[in-house]
T-cell receptor, first 114, second 114 residues
Framework: DAKTTQPTSMDCAEGRAANLPCNHS???????VYWYRQIHSQGPQYIIH???NNETNEMASLIITEDRKSSTLILPHATLRDTAVYYC???????????????FGQGTTLQVKP | NAGVTQTPKFRVLKTGQSMTLLCAQD?????MYWYRQDPGMGLRLIHY???????AKGEVPDGYNVSRLKKQNFLLGLESAAPSQTSVYFC?????????????FGQGTRLTVV
């Protein structure tokens, strides 16, 4: 799986958009970008994923650059409950020798401040 | 719908003791994973399984064994616990699929080896 690089920490004001970047310059054509978050010491929670197109769901938006070497997770109106560690993961699609693996990096600690 | 359930939630072991952590999922998922998370660090993959009766090594498999005798259960065993295995253990499951599938995580097992 491609390696990802994320900033160690970020701050965001409550009510503002939080933009979390992720670099994955070695990503391959069949690798998906996933975002998970971990609040306090709970189990990680799925947020969103995409392959090449931008994606949006009820939690967030995912913007993937045209060359797919980086992406940005956007929380449109951050709240205090969004304070968490956010993980960007790049995972191969099905059918490869690495089928199934889900490898986490260090993640970005997002602190939402009042 | 319980999702992914880990048993036990907390455990203290003495060095050299053995124990088994149980992960159960009720979503009929093919893939299951065991991770460990040390303080201030991201999740590291111990072992994973892509189906009943199959297991594979992850990033940090030494000192652990796993079994997937039933599709819904994934067991993680410590034959002779060491203080270095003090950690929080997370189990996850997901469905395979070319369109990408999200993983569901349990709430963790906090293990202390003294």
């Amino acid at each position: 799986d491609a390696k990802t690089t994320q900033p160690t920490s970020m701050d965001c004001a409550e009510g503002r958009a939080a933009n979390l970047p992720c670099n994955h310059s070695t990503i391959s054509g069949n690798e998906y970008v996933y975002w998970y978050r971990q609040i306090h010491s709970q189990g990680p929670q799925y947020i969103i994923h995409g392959l090449k197109n931008n994606e949006t769901n009820e939690m967030a938006s995912l913007i993937i650059t045209e060359d797919r070497k980086s992406s940005t997770l956007i929380l449109p109106h951050a709240t205090l409950r969004d304070t968490a560690v956010y993980y960007c993961i790049v995972r191969v699609g099905e059918g490869s020798s690495n089928t199934g693996k889900l490898i986490f990096g260090q993640g970005t600690t997002l602190q939402v401040k009042p | 719908n319980a999702g992914v359930t880990q048993t036990p939630k907390f455990r203290v072991l003495k060095t050299g003791q053995s124990m088994t952590l149980l992960c159960a999922q009720d979503m009929n998922h093919e893939y299951m994973y065991w991770y460990r998370q040390d303080p201030g660090m991201g999740l590291r993959l111990i072992h994973y399984s892509v189906g009943e009766g199959t297991t594979a090594k992850g990033e940090v498999p030494d000192g652990y064994n796993v079994s997937r005798l039933k599709k819904q259960n994934f067991l993680l065993g410590l034959e002779s616990a060491a203080p270095s295995q003090t950690s929080v253990y997370f189990c996850a499951s997901r469905e395979p699929g070319r369109g990408g599938r999200k993983a569901f995580f349990g709430q963790g097992t906090r293990l202390t080896v003294v």
